[in-house]
């Protein structure tokens, strides 16, 4: 079995692939930066008891991470419980993309996965939305990285006016009905989302107009991805797994094994 972890600013993502690429579990933890090795690998031998998983059976690892100090955390915890390295996705791992970056190191690993999986699952061009704490867009033509754009994310907007209205309560993020909100929390939420999804229609257009081509897919994945695109103008597909599966087409290009 495969074993892919990406760990995010707030989440980390935990993902059980079989060796025919088919999914035996996703989880998800918080991402601390407190941890020790030992505390993370307890917490990876948790996940595994919690979905009936043998960490005998892994074969192999991957690890993407945009938290530097959590990288090499969790990269000796991987090799203690499986006594393999597991590969880290950053400069030096086989992609099989163009990248069209001044600085190719400066590319966030999990938008790198993301990509690999687009270009392999979706057809070309394709725009990749990405949201998690930061929104990244994407934009993929054929093996071609053409370039992307970076905007904070619904939650950290919406953390921010609560933060800052003295008169504002802390919400969570959810679904809203109309944008004529009649009342504070459905009014925040509406400004969120529907300016959120205006935001996303725009920049779309806008590197459509940049590329000089219309996208052929436009895949959104992340954290409150379903309550934001269903508002967009644009047909948008939703794919929960984009980023473990392009971790695992990563590994496998790494292996040398490019079967899907």
């Given at each position: 079995?495969?074993?892919?972890?990406?760990?995010?600013?707030?989440?980390?993502?935990?993902?059980?692939?079989?060796?025919?690429?088919?999914?035996?579990?996703?989880?998800?933890?918080?991402?601390?930066?407190?941890?020790?090795?030992?505390?993370?690998?307890?917490?990876?031998?948790?996940?595994?008891?919690?979905?009936?998983?043998?960490?005998?059976?892994?074969?192999?690892?991957?690890?993407?991470?945009?938290?530097?100090?959590?990288?090499?955390?969790?990269?000796?915890?991987?090799?203690?419980?499986?006594?393999?390295?597991?590969?880290?996705?950053?400069?030096?791992?086989?992609?099989?993309?163009?990248?069209?970056?001044?600085?190719?190191?400066?590319?966030?690993?999990?938008?790198?996965?993301?990509?690999?999986?687009?270009?392999?699952?979706?057809?070309?061009?394709?725009?990749?939305?990405?949201?998690?704490?930061?929104?990244?867009?994407?934009?993929?033509?054929?093996?071609?990285?053409?370039?992307?754009?970076?905007?904070?994310?619904?939650?950290?907007?919406?953390?921010?006016?609560?933060?800052?209205?003295?008169?504002?309560?802390?919400?969570?993020?959810?679904?809203?009905?109309?944008?004529?909100?009649?009342?504070?929390?459905?009014?925040?939420?509406a400004g969120i989302i529907y300016g959120y999804?205006?935001?996303?229609?725009?920049?779309?257009?806008?590197?459509?107009?940049?590329?000089?081509?219309?996208?052929?897919?436009?895949?959104?994945?992340?954290?409150?991805?379903?309550?934001?695109?269903?508002?967009?103008?644009?047909?948008?597909?939703?794919?929960?797994?984009?980023?473990?599966?392009?971790?695992?087409?990563?590994?496998?290009?790494?292996?040398?094994?490019?079967?899907?």
């Amino acid at each position: 079995m495969i074993l892919a972890i990406d760990i995010g600013n707030i989440r980390t993502t935990v993902a059980l692939f079989r060796e025919n690429g088919t999914k035996f579990f996703r989880s998800e933890m918080g991402t601390d930066s407190k941890l020790t090795a030992d505390q993370y690998a307890i917490s990876l031998l948790d996940l595994f008891r919690l979905h009936s998983a043998n960490m005998d059976e892994v074969s192999g690892a991957i690890i993407s991470s945009v938290v530097p100090s959590m990288t090499g955390v969790c990269s000796k915890a991987v090799t203690y419980l499986t006594e393999k390295a597991p590969f880290i996705v950053g400069p030096g791992i086989k992609t099989g993309l163009n990248i069209r970056a001044d600085v190719h190191n400066q590319l966030g690993s999990d938008i790198v996965a993301s990509a690999v999986a687009a270009c392999t699952d979706h057809p070309s061009p394709v725009i990749v939305i990405n949201s998690h704490t930061a929104v990244s867009f994407s934009y993929i033509s054929g093996n071609t990285f053409e370039g992307c754009a970076i905007m904070p994310g619904a939650s950290i907007a919406l953390e921010a006016l609560s933060s800052n209205g003295a008169q504002l309560p802390h919400i969570a993020m959810d679904g809203v009905a109309s944008p004529l909100g009649r009342n504070t929390v459905d009014s925040m939420r509406a400004g969120i989302i529907y300016g959120y999804a205006g935001a996303f229609d725009r920049l779309i257009e806008e590197m459509e107009r940049a590329a000089g081509a219309p996208a052929a897919s436009i895949v959104v994945t992340g954290e409150n991805s379903p309550e934001l695109f269903r508002q967009c103008r644009h047909k948008l597909v939703y794919d929960h797994d984009l980023l473990v599966n392009g971790l695992l087409y990563l590994y496998r290009k790494a292996t040398g094994k490019t079967k899907k």
